[in-house]
């Protein structure tokens, strides 16, 4: 028994160990070409002909803009729901938007929109390729991250807002629930063996 305890331990601290990721403190200039964090991480730059489709959960990263810069949700190009807007203190994770109705908002171009879900001029989209820390905020391989540079400046650093987004989950509840029953009946039927 005192071998299977050691066996737990030694894995456990082996598995902590092995998921150490890099830190960068700040979005300030992160996405700007030959950044350590571009040169270091080498996350997969998404060229002009790719474009991302279906529901995706956004994560604020940060900005470094002056101006105030909105993610806005989008139907049908009237209205419109702030996602993040980088002038508020908390911005709250946000969840199940589709990429094709999510715009980003700059104040200097005149609150002209910008399209998310291909690279352009004003947003530039990487896929990261493992764990990293930004601004305090961890994001996980296969996550997206995205630098939107306001055109009222030439200085093409891409962190006038800096957000991540992810695929929205699509774990059906019934599957889970039928896997976390079965596994519920696996620990009583071993608990049943124990006391006999």
């Not at 419109?80 to 980088?86: S, W």
């Not at 946000?94 to 715009?103: L, N, Q, T, Y």
């Not at 929109?113 to 291909?118: A, Q």
Request: aromatic share 10%; net charge negative.
């Amino acid at each position: 028994m005192k071998m299977g305890i050691k066996v737990f331990v030694v894995g456990l601290f082996m598995l902590l160990a092995g998921q150490a990721q890099a830190a960068y403190n700040t979005v300030n200039d992160i996405l700007m070409p030959g950044s350590a964090f571009l040169t270091t991480e080498k996350p997969t730059a998404l060229g002009a002909g790719v474009e991302l489709s279906g529901l995706f959960d956004f994560t604020y990263v940060g900005s470094e803009a002056a101006d105030t810069n909105k993610l806005v949700e989008l139907v049908g190009k009237s209205g419109g729901k702030v996602i993040f807007n980088n002038k508020r203190a908390i911005n709250e994770p946000a969840g199940s938007f589709d990429i094709k109705d999510v715009f980003v908002k700059g104040s200097s171009t005149k609150n002209e929109l910008f399209e998310t879900k291909i690279w352009t001029d004003a947003v530039h989209i990487y896929l990261l390729n493992a764990d990293v820390r930004i601004n305090n905020v961890l994001l996980i391989t296969g996550s997206y991250l995205f630098g939107f540079n306001d055109g009222g400046s030439s200085d093409a650093d891409f962190d006038d807002l800096v957000f991540a987004a992810t695929k929205t989950s699509s774990v059906p509840l019934p599957g889970a629930a039928l896997l976390f029953g079965s596994g519920l009946l696996g620990l009583v039927g071993l608990r049943r063996r124990e006391i006999v």
